[in-house]
């Protein structure tokens, strides 16, 4: 072998010894504790990530709540239980929605920079034991009948909050017949739980109703206002649903609305 060929197989060797030396470090496995999920986050089709701006680069992130076990769910996917660790996230920000049975559910963003973890904690309320809880956010779908018309059915949707036993609430009804009827309503009560009752709930209520006439054999339109009282009684059937009944009376007579309620936390 001549010199020059020598040469060339020499620099070759210590090329190849370079390139494995430097692949062995990039290459080094990180060890993560087996205690975590891992989960490869995927871009939902139809996210502002595909179509948008393009992420510089992934990160990763560390779910741990208390209590332990609280399902994950990222921009309203589900990804799994705590503690979690997702890998691969491109960087951005992103909502994080927390829920256990038994538990008010959590809320919250967060920030997933490149080449970084960010660590996620949460604390679950629990709901307070057996049914009614004294701060509520809640949906009722209603079934009323009352004297506003000459039919008198009517089927709508009431909103309402519990702050510390006080009862807001707004409700809309339409009713359909003869005369065809909208109803605009708020209320406000005091509630109270019936003793060791804790399934029930007894609200007096009082507020101002707003019904808007559309009178279809005499195409006339009329809005008329008045002060309507009432007394509320709700039945828990689960720690989310109740059945809710309303006893009514204004100056058109009496009434009543009954329908199924939702707490929507």
């Not at 060797?13 to 999920?37: F, S």
């Amino acid at each position: 072998m001549d010199n020059r060929s020598f040469l060339r197989f020499a620099f070759t060797a210590l090329a190849l010894c370079l390139c494995g030396i430097v692949r062995a470090q990039w290459e080094e496995p990180v060890i993560i504790d087996d205690n975590y999920q891992h989960v490869e986050y995927t871009v939902p089709e139809g996210s502002p990530l595909v179509f948008g701006a393009r992420p510089s680069g992934v990160g990763s992130v560390l779910f741990e709540t208390n209590p332990t076990g609280v399902k994950v769910f990222i921009d309203d996917i589900y990804q799994g239980v705590t503690p979690l660790l997702i890998e691969n996230v491109p960087d951005g920000t992103y909502s994080a929605r927390f829920e256990m049975e038994g538990y008010l559910n959590h809320y919250m963003s967060f920030d997933v920079a490149a080449t970084l973890q960010s660590h996620v904690t949460a604390g679950l309320s629990p709901r307070q034991h057996y049914f009614f809880d004294r701060r509520e956010l809640y949906t009722t779908l209603v079934y009323e009948y009352s004297k506003v018309n000459a039919e008198g059915w009517g089927v709508g949707n009431s909103w309402g909050a519990y702050f510390n036993n006080f009862n807001l609430e707004q409700s809309t009804i339409v009713h359909i017949g003869i005369s065809n009827t909208v109803t605009f309503e708020g209320a406000l009560g005091y509630s109270f739980i019936m003793g060791r009752l804790k399934r029930f709930r007894l609200t007096p209520q009082i507020g101002y109703s707003g019904v808007w006439f559309d009178h279809v054999d005499t195409a006339v339109s009329v809005w008329l206002g008045y002060l309507r009282g009432g007394l509320n009684f709700k039945c828990g059937i689960t720690e989310q649903y109740a059945f809710s009944t309303t006893l009514l009376y204004d100056k058109t007579g009496i009434g009543f609305r009954a329908g199924i309620l939702f707490y929507v936390n």
